[in-house]
């Protein structure tokens, strides 16, 4: 079984701890890749579940690369499968370089999120990521008033050209806050596929929609 890990898995703590006392091996992609810290302070009592880091790493292909040589290797243990772990790296580098081509072809990208998820496609692609309607790695947390204000001043004052929602961002707070800064609301499909037939197609799909509000 693979799992993201950092806490992400919210819903499915009890399914993994019954897997592993099973016998069932469980591999924690987060164990075995550099985690990136949020620049921001998530703190428990913010009600932020993610204290282990930003679970959101699906969003760098490079990401996947550090994991691979490892995680290979316990597919190939557990199914007798052969993997080619060369390939796989050099498929996600490819991948890689067609989002540094997308997202590039835009002068700023400076980016408004739902919530704290955009990190290692930022770190990767030369984003800066302003703020997120919810300040925390997860999408069960709520903002406060007082930090959707600071952030319609943020937002200002560095030319946001959309607000990127996605799952787990209340509506009517991502429309409201579009609406006062006569931005559009751009609904991001970041953490399930929406159509595409696989992760390619997903992350060129998601580096497309980026740059096409930022244009």
């Keep these: 079984m693979v799992s993201n890990g950092l806490d992400f898995e919210e819903g499915l703590e ?11 091996s469980v591999y924690m992609i987060g164990e075995n890749i550099t985690v990136r810290d949020s620049d921001e302070v998530h703190a428990e009592e913010d009600g932020d579940a993610h204290g282990a880091g930003d679970p959101h790493l699906w969003l760098s292909p490079l990401s996947f690369t550090q994991a691979l040589p490892s995680l290979t290797a316990a597919i190939n243990k557990a199914t007798g499968l052969s993997i080619d772990e060369a390939a796989a790296i050099g498929r996600l580098t490819q991948l890689d370089n067609e989002i540094n081509e997308v997202i590039s072809s835009v002068s700023s990208c400076v980016l408004l999120s739902g919530h704290d998820e955009m990190g290692y496609f930022a770190d990767r692609y030369g984003c ?9 790695f997860s999408t069960t947390s709520e903002a406060t008033a ?5 952030l319609k001043m943020l937002a200002e004052s560095n030319n946001v050209k959309a607000v990127f929602t996605g799952l ?7 429309e409201q806050l579009a609406s006062e800064l006569g931005i559009a609301a751009v609904s991001l499909s970041t953490h399930y596929l929406n159509g595409a037939a696989n992760y390619r197609e997903f992350m060129l799909n998601l580096a497309d929609q980026i740059a096409e509000a930022l244009r």
Excluded: H, Y
């Design 168 to 174: 787990g961002t209340p509506a009517e707070v991502s």
């Design 14 to 24: 009890d399914v993994l701890a019954s897997a592993i006392d099973s016998g069932v």
């Design 128 to 136: 800066t990521v302003i703020g997120a309607i919810i300040p925390s």
């Design 146 to 150: 007082k930090q959707i204000a600071d």
